[in-house]
């Protein structure tokens, strides 16, 4: 899908609601129900939605993510924020570990203009990004690659990733859930991202506002696990006050 805005704004409201009906989505975004119907119908069609009768719900799996060429379009301007909001608080001259997900791979182009970096990555989409950029080493895991979207994983993976230590971890997440943990789909992109977490002296997680509420079936870690979140909007209830506890700082990239 294209990143048109009120579609967006729909897809989220669904996602942080769970299920919500055609005339509450209609009353919300101040829209007839016929533009409604037309929205759901399309991000039904993409597998971003699923209807039911006179309503509409995020899909039920919670043992596969949706495919990569739809993740890479889902809410492009709202990752490019987040990308550049990383980008801006990214020193130059420091180590980083940068993992699997379409929102690393926006966070690799910001940084093409920086100097003296060390970038350890999983993803063949941001070395091959990165290595673009003649003032950035990059350092490419060993491991099984996925087909799918050129992550590199595995238990080789594992073993390679516990040879650095790195000043800042940025990973991405397919899920937030409402009790505070961070979800994946995939077993062994969870252990690689698990080591990554505890090889860095700070981690920060880059999400849109589409993960939160978002299901999935494995745990990857919990807030607390984290030092700052990038978003694109306001996370909604019970987040603020999660993020709260957890004492992670909240970083909105908000449209300029």
């Avoid at 048109?4 to 769970?18: D, E, F, H, I, S």
């Amino acid at each position: 899908m294209n990143s048109n805005p009120r579609q967006l704004k729909l897809l989220n409201t669904v996602r942080a609601r769970g299920s919500i009906s055609v005339e509450q989505l209609a009353d919300m975004l101040d829209v007839t129900l016929q533009t409604v119907r037309r929205d759901v119908q399309r991000l039904a069609d993409e597998g971003l939605l699923t209807r039911f009768h006179g309503g509409v719900r995020v899909p039920s799996s919670t043992v596969q993510n949706i495919g990569y060429q739809q993740r890479e379009s889902l809410n492009a301007e709202g990752k490019a924020r987040i990308a550049r909001a990383v980008a801006a608080q990214v020193p130059n001259d420091c180590s980083l570990i940068l993992n699997i997900g379409t929102t690393t791979e926006a966070i690799a182009k910001a940084l093409m203009h920086h100097s003296g970096l060390r970038v350890i990555t999983n993803n063949l989409n941001v070395a091959a990004i990165l290595s673009g950029n003649p003032n950035c080493e990059v350092i490419v895991a060993g491991g099984s690659v996925r087909p799918r979207d050129r992550a590199i994983v595995g238990e080789a993976t594992v073993d390679f990733i516990r040879q650095f230590k790195v000043d800042i971890a940025v990973i991405g997440v397919s899920g937030i859930e409402a009790d505070g943990t961070l979800r994946d789909f995939d077993l062994r992109e969870v252990k690689v991202a698990q080591t990554i977490i505890a090889q860095a002296r700070e981690v920060w997680l880059a999400a849109d506002a589409s993960k939160f509420n978002r299901p999935a079936m494995v745990e990857l870690a919990k807030l607390s696990q984290i030092d700052c979140l990038y978003t694109d909007d306001e996370p909604p209830v019970p987040f603020p006050e999660l993020l709260e506890q957890a004492q992670v700082r909240c970083e909105i990239a908000r449209e300029h």
